[in-house]
């Protein structure tokens, strides 16, 4: 098994510019997944390590080996794909040996790891269904067992939850990362989806505009994120442009102050945006109003999906949003109603310095 390192790698496709020097070390037995919206290059860099796609420029290496002169078929990958790609006519056990057979293993070893597999994926009475004869989420464990059966030195997944329902999709996810750790395979998932980043991953690297924009452990990401970019795609977030008052308290141009803590460098910054998360939020029986990390905001919308409340508030001609618990109300806030919202300075978080004048 092996680790996978590149080194300044670049892919421009003549009108584009997909990737851009992107430096990213995976350890090896690690789950790291490539996150960010449609378009930002995640697939192209999947492609790039599995020698679909030759880097313009730049360096990629699986193990201690520069692999960018060896295709595909020699780089000892293991594939999953969105669209399950199983061969259809053959049965279960016929598409968990199929990779196996190409090694020219005898048949004894064969039966045994197509077993080993199946079991690997809790498919052992499955072996002789067709694919069409198995749900979305069963066929995906096959093609999971088949891609594994190899013993690749790396496991490459690209969206291959997205086909799935919600529920199945979550069940597949602890299924995956169940797999993955018995394995211990270095594994690279590609994904749009932040809440399946978030859960599986032992790292995460959030690619915006062929740019790595920041490589984290989960926690990392979602509450320290390097940039807006990242803070606005991994999760909601209110994000607010401020003027430093005195100390460590910022006034806002909605006429709010917040309090955070001292930045780490010892200066307040004299301009600095800030992001608070809205479940970070707290309704409060009365506001203490005008003080600081204390505001009174009207309801715009509220909506109920299930385990929390979003609502959408109004502050001076800004927008708050607020994710409450169910079941903090009786009934739904309605529009125009106030409520009292206060905060903690540990959850007012700097995301950008503006300005670093004195006062
Ligand atoms: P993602 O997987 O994050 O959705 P891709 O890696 O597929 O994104 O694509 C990154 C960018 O490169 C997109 O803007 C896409 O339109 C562009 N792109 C992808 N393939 C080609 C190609 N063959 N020629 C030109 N541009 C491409």
Redesign the pocket.
Known sequence: MSGIKLEGVSLD????L?LKEVELKIKQGEFFSLL??????????L?IIAGFLEQTTGVVYIGDKDVTNIPPYKRNLGMVFQNYALFPHLSVQDNVAYGLKNKKMSKKNVKQKVEESLALVQLESYATRMPHQLSGGQQQRVAIARALAIEPSVLLLDEPLSNLDAKLRKEMQFELRRIQKSVGITTVL?T?DQEEALSLSDRIGI?GD?VLQQVGEPLEVYRRPANRFVAEFIGQVNIFDTVLNEGTVYETAAGFKVEAQPHEQGVQPKRVRFMLRPERIFLEQDAAIGSVNHVRAVVKESSYIGNAIRIRTEIGGMELAVHAPDPLFPVLPAQGEELALSWNKEDIIYLEVLDHEDN
Not at 13 to 16: D, F, K, P
Not at 36 to 45: A, R, V, Y
């Open positions: 496709y003549g009108n584009h997909a960010g919206p449609s378009g930002c290059g995640k697939s192209t860099l492609n590609v749009h690619l062929g």
